[in-house]
């Protein structure tokens, strides 16, 4: 219960010093500039439980629904933190058969009154394998941690994990705000869709999708716990064969400051392997080796859903992001 104490220790060393109070595990990352937009938003004179549950619907019903998974990392206000220490010990002799320290303290909350308050850019992670495919599609929300580090595969094709936070971090140091933001635009003299997820990966598809297609996760995937589906709390797409729905992966690869903004760069990290989509009009991407995003400098707070242009010559494209049109459809 050590855990649950150092929220009173944290009380007792700094008094009215602090605002927050925020928590995480070892294997977690942390995006911190992220970390205090979101928190900003919050006054911390007022009681607020802030975080995130499981992205499993399974490890949800094990613990709870309305619980800040601590893996992934939760935020109380100092108000909060003030009424908790006071039935601290209460508390914890009443939930004594509970093992989990985040579901005690979320029980705790609740008993005082006060509910979790969602912030999509929390992540658990309670997933298993490649989540290129869950990171690809990241929610409209700044990305403000990434937990389970040790059962993932490294975040880029080639890398080992160490190597892996380091690269992406590369992008997060330069503009943290834009980190896995998706934009979508579209190529239609060849039929193609361009999905952008910031600092991350960029997919073409050979044919012509709608946001609202593209928002769904690959299932490259698999969930904390077996069993029969459903097993997440959001919808996904399969992994798919079909050369009119697989995409041509491209990752991060570099990142430059420029005059007006930023170019991230992203290479073909390996072949598609099959053949281009037959669709009347299509061209196949397969030449395409490089690609290169330029966003422009925008305030970092309040950014909503992106837009883009394309163009396309020879090996490479170049995409510049966008505010998008009053009442521009991204399909």
Known sequence: MCFVYDIAKVCDLTLSKMN??????????????NLVDVLSKYDHTRQHYIGINSETIKSNVYFDFNMGFGGGGY????????????KLDECVEKYHFIWAVDQIQSLCLADLGVDLTLEKGFHQVDLYGDISGFLSSHPTAP???????DTVTPLFPGMDRPGSVIHIMQAANVDQSRMLQQSICHFRASNWTFSVSWGYTVHIYENIFPRSHLKLPIETFRPWYGGRPPFYMFNTRPVSRDPCEAPHWFFFDSIEQVSGGVVTSYTRKFIRNMTSCSFSGNISADPLASIQVFSPKTPRQGREVECCDVKYEGDAA??????CRRDEIIA
């Not at 990305?143 to 580090?149: I, K």
């Open 318 to 323: 170049s995409i510049r992001l966008r505010d």
């Open 75 to 86: 935020a109380l206000s100092y108000a909060l933190v003030e009424a908790l220490v006071v």
């Open 143 to 149: 990305l403000v941690s990434l937990h389970h580090f």
């Open 20 to 33: 927050r109070y925020v928590t995480g595990d070892d294997d977690s990352l942390f995006f911190v500039d």
